[in-house]
Each structure stands twice: as C-alpha cells, then as structure tokens.
C-alpha cells in the first residue's frame, strides 16, 4: 500500500482513530483502523469499523467487553480536531464520521488559491515499459492499449511527484533484421550513400519474408546478417538502422498525435547486457542444456526461460533477463511497472521469478508488476478488425476519430459558435481524448469493444460529456467577467473558506475532498478506471448542484445581477480538479467546444 499523508482524508481519520484507540485501550496490542468511505449518506461520510474486530482482540488482554461499547469508549477518546464534527455509534458497533463543512470549506478555498494538490508520499524512480512496437511491423491496437494505458499511469506518477523514466522496449533486434537487411542490400545496393524511399515497410517485411521461406541462399545471407549485426559490423548496423528510422517516424507521428512522450530504448540496448547476463547465470549454474538449448528453470514455474537457442542466438526472454537487470541495478528503480497485454502474463512473471531467484529483489523492497490488459473487440465482440478482415491501421483509426468527432461538433452546430482554430482544437480533443478515455474507463483487465458511435456520444459517461461539462463550469466565470484573481480577493474576507450551506454544496464539496484518496487508490491498484469514476462523479454531483444553486442572478435583459461568490468558487474547484483528472488520464481540455 502507497502511504500518504497530506490530503488524504482517510489517512487522517486512520491517524485519529489509532490515537483513540491507543487512548481507549492502552494495554491492548494494535490494531489497525479500518476507515471506509460510505456509500449511503444516513450513514455520515466515512466511517471506521474496527471496533468488531478490537472487540475480539481484547479478550486476549481479558477485557470483555461487546463492539458497541468499544465503539463508544473509541468515540470518546476520539480528538475531533477541526476534521470531525460529529460521531455516532451504530448498528453492531460502527462508527460513523460527519466532516466539519468548515474543513470542506477551507479545502475548496485552498484549491482557488494553492491548485490542486496530491497526496504526498515518499518518492520513487519508477521505470515504465509501455506501448513498445516492434520495428517494421504494424503498430497495432494491443500497442495503443498499453500507449493509452502507460503513458496515463506515468502522468500519475509524475502526479505525484514520482521520478519516472517512460521507455519504449520496441522488438528492433533479433533474427528478423538479418533478413531485412540482406533484402535491403538487394532492393537498394546503395543504401550507404543513399537514404532508400522505402514508403512501405510492411510489404517491404512481407518480400523479404518471402525469400526468407522460399531461397536458401538468401536464408544463409540473412543468417549471416545477423550475426554481422550482433558484432555492430559498421555497414549491416547502418542498414538496420534505416529500416528502424521508418517505422520509427511512424510511430513518432501516433505519439505526437496522442500527447505521448516516451524514450526509445530497444531490445537492440542490451545486446552487451545479454551477453553478461547469459554469462552470469552460468557461472551461478542455474543453465540447463536440453537439445542445445540453454535453459533456467525458475522456482514455481510451469515454463523456462529459454536463455540462448541451439543457434546460439538471443531470445525475449534473455533480453527480459537483461532488461530486468538493467532496471535494479543501473536504473534504480523501486517500481519496475510493465504495461503488457494479459496474454504476455506467463512470460513475465518467469521472469520475475527468475530475477528473485537470482537475489535482484525481493518483492518488500520493489515493486514488479505485469500491469496487464485485455484485447480490443469489434463491435461484433471479436477481434478488432477492419470490415475487409485486416488489422486496423492506427494512423486510420484516428483519422477516422478526427472526422466522425468534427461530425458531431457539426451536428450540434458548434461550428457556428467556435472559430476555426477552436473548432480544429476542439475536434482533434475530442478525438483523442474519447479514444484514451474509452479504453481507461474499462477495467483493464478486460476486454473492450471499441465504438466511435458510443465513444462520441455526449451522453454517458465519455470524454464528450465531461469536456463539455467542464467547459461549461469554465463559462461561468468567464461570463461573469471575473478572474480567479478577483474571486480570490472577494473570498478573501472569509480567509478563503468556502461557506456550504445547501446540501447540494456540501455533497460537492465532499467529491471534491476525496480526489487525494482516489488517487492513493489508484496507486495502489493502477486501475485507472477509478479515476474515471471519480471524474464522472464529479460532473454528476456538480451537474446537480448546478441545477438546485443559482450561481448568477440576472435580470430581464440579462444584466448581472448578483453573484454568489462561494457557489463561483465551487465551480471554478470543480473544473480544476477535472482538469487534474483529465491531465492524469490525458485528455486535453477546452475552455470553450
Ligand atoms: N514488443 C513486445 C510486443 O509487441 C512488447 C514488449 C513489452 N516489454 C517487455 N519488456 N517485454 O509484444
């Protein structure tokens, strides 16, 4: 579990409630608090239950004495603060918590003035692997998964406060290339003086695979590619490069499109570090040779590693060996976060497994995880395909996001409300961010069926609907002519507490409060569907304070007539931690769509 102590409000209630149960009990051994969120007003806002189980515990210490009245004697002992404004006992020994709105208050009002904050915890380097194509190969919708997925799990690292280095493990080295190369040799002899128009890669892949299958001689000369290549032999790593500068421009262009910034680091990285770590573990003597190959056997594995083929060649699993190696021991990272489709799930944790073996870490010291996701479907529930059966081509799929979202601006008649250059922001947001936030709002363990006409619609709970909320709750002030300076100034008055009064406020007020909860959460499980939830929440609570609260009074001719600035400072806290939400999850947002 992720620490946190600043805004977390959970965290503070565990806090108090541990003092008062040391208060209550000073003989009894410790317990730990459990505080909840509860789903059901009439029960308060949080409530803490381990009175049930202290209960128990106490007759150890021969103190019997029933949950409801630990429960009381915890109540008293309680020191409210200025968090808690009232407690009570219920049922068979809960706690309820009621917040101070005065708390809630400040909170709101330290949003306007200090931004939105995040939870503070220790920090960490954390390595994230994600997206990772492979050079020459089509990038394809399981890749933007783990782009859209990693690139927002480092966003809420960064959050934060965390050091993270975002790598992209692309497939550039292995057997493959040889052959690319020798066909490269053959198709442009003068690939060394001159930069080969290669406009098609894949068929490029597809003619020399051919060759590959069909010409012996031309299997030969790949083989010696390769092994030419693995020696950095100056002329064969120079065609190995071109081929990976054009499917590197390519993928550059996806990530620019979808805000994402990662660095390359290939497998082609650690062909030193395979080397060593091949010799490494033959020295430890944890290699096997069955039918020429070499192999490690790691504890409770179903699978080995295949560590060096009976070619002598390198395979995924020793440059996970290396890769893993790599980021303990020179990278040191506490947090080794691998965002790889669900189906890679048996490799990784071999390799793992492998690495506790050998003593790189052990899993109270460092975070190693598989963060894995389920497939793309069609709306058909199979295999996300083009209508003619291919492999969607990512560059198409956005561009087709970008056109059925300037569709939809259209049909709502936003052309005619923005100017160009806000509509063409608008439409490429609205894109993007519906494509990202579709894919975030599902679990990620499962499989999701991706829809433009569901993605795109502004009702529901998609990126559509919250960019306009949100660019709504930023109309607001805007139309009343008021800067945050202003506001600030005018909330000044009452130090910067925002008075609740309505109920409407308060339940506001509260959603806004548990943001730094939500993200511990997060932390904790990487499921960014959580996030999802809140942001939506967040719209849903604001979109029915907005409906019971006048913010703006205006007369006849709709002239101004009186602000209510508390009600102004909810909804400027509002939009800023949506927009918060969204820079975690990636979306761009609009003041005006
Ligand atoms: N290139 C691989 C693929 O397309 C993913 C690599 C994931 N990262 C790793 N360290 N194995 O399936």
Redesign the pocket.
């Known amino acids: 579990t992720v620490e946190d102590y600043g805004d977390s409000i959970v965290s503070r209630l565990r806090e108090i409630f541990a003092k008062a149960q040391a208060t209550a009990y000073p003989t009894a051994p410790v317990f730990p608090v459990v505080v909840t969120e509860t789903s059901n007003p009439k029960f308060g806002d949080y409530q803490c239950n381990s009175a049930l189980g202290l209960s128990k515990l106490l007759k150890t210490v021969n103190i019997n004495e029933a949950p409801p009245v630990v429960a009381k004697k915890i109540v008293a002992a309680v020191e409210k603060g200025d968090l808690i404004k009232e407690l009570e006992v219920a049922g068979p020994g809960f706690i309820n918590v009621h917040l101070q709105h005065d708390f809630i208050g400040a909170h709101v009002g330290s949003i306007l003035t200090a931004g939105v904050s995040s939870p503070k915890i220790t920090k960490r380097k954390a390595v994230v692997?994600f997206s990772?194509?492979?050079i020459a190969k089509e990038m394809h919708v399981g890749?933007l998964r783990s782009t859209i997925i990693g690139d927002s799990i480092c966003r809420l690292l960064e959050f934060v406060g965390f050091d993270v280095a975002r790598i992209n493990?692309v497939?550039d080295w292995g057997t493959q290339f040889g052959m690319l190369v020798a066909h490269l040799q053959d198709t442009f002899p003068n690939y060394l003086v001159e930069t080969p128009p290669i406009a098609d890669l894949q068929s490029f892949y597809k003619e020399s695979k051919q060759r590959f299958d069909a010409d012996k001689t031309f299997k030969a000369r790949a083989y010696e590619c390769v092994v030419k290549l693995q020696n950095f032999d100056e002329d064969i790593v120079k065609g190995w490069k071109l081929i990976c500068d054009v499917s590197r421009a390519d993928f550059n262009r996806i990530y620019q499109r979808l805000d994402v910034t990662i660095i390359e680091r290939g497998e082609s990285f650690y062909q030193q570090r395979m080397i060593d770590v091949v010799a490494e573990l033959d020295a430890a003597g944890v290699l096997k040779t069955e039918e020429g190959r070499r192999l490690m056997f790691p504890t409770d594995c179903t699978i080995p590693l295949t560590v060096v083929k009976s070619d002598g060649g390198f395979t995924y699993d020793t440059s996970?060996m290396a890769?893993i190696k790599h980021r303990i021991f020179e990278e040191k990272a506490d947090w080794l976060l691998?965002v790889?489709d669900a189906g890679?799930s048996l490799h990784l944790e071999t390799i793992y497994a492998a690495a506790r073996d050998l003593g790189y870490y052990t899993p109270e010291e460092k975070r190693v995880q598989h963060i894995g996701f389920g497939l793309v479907l069609g709306e058909d529930k199979k295999k996300f395909r083009t209508r003619a059966g291919d492999t969607v081509r990512l560059t198409e799929l956005l561009d087709e996001g970008v056109k059925r979202s300037e569709e939809k601006l259209r049909e709502k008649g936003r052309h005619e409300v923005l100017n160009e250059a806000e509509l063409a922001a608008a439409k490429e947001a609205v894109a993007y961010g519906c494509i990202k936030y579709a894919d975030l709002s599902h679990n990620r363990i499962n499989d999701y069926v991706f829809s433009f006409d569901r993605m795109l619609d502004d009702r529901g709970n998609t990126a559509v609907y919250l960019l306009y909320c949100y660019a709504r709750i930023r109309s607001i002030a805007r139309n009343a002519g008021l800067t945050r300076k202003d506001l600030n100034e005018k909330l000044a008055a009452q130090n910067g507490v925002i008075q609740l009064k309505h109920e409407a406020e308060v339940r506001l007020g509260k959603q806004i409060l548990k943001f730094a909860d939500t993200l511990l959460l997060v932390l904790d499980t990487l499921l960014l569907n959580t996030l999802c939830e809140y942001v939506y929440t967040l719209s849903t609570v604001y979109t029915d304070f907005y409906g019971f609260c006048q913010v703006i009074t205006k007369d006849k001719e709709g002239k101004i007539e009186s602000i209510d600035y508390n009600r102004l400072a909810l909804c400027e806290a509002t939009a800023d931690t949506m927009a918060a939400c969204f820079k975690i999850l990636g979306i761009r947002t609009l003041e005006k769509i």
């Open positions: 692997d990772a194509p492979n890749h493990h497939g996970d890769t691998y790889v890679q």
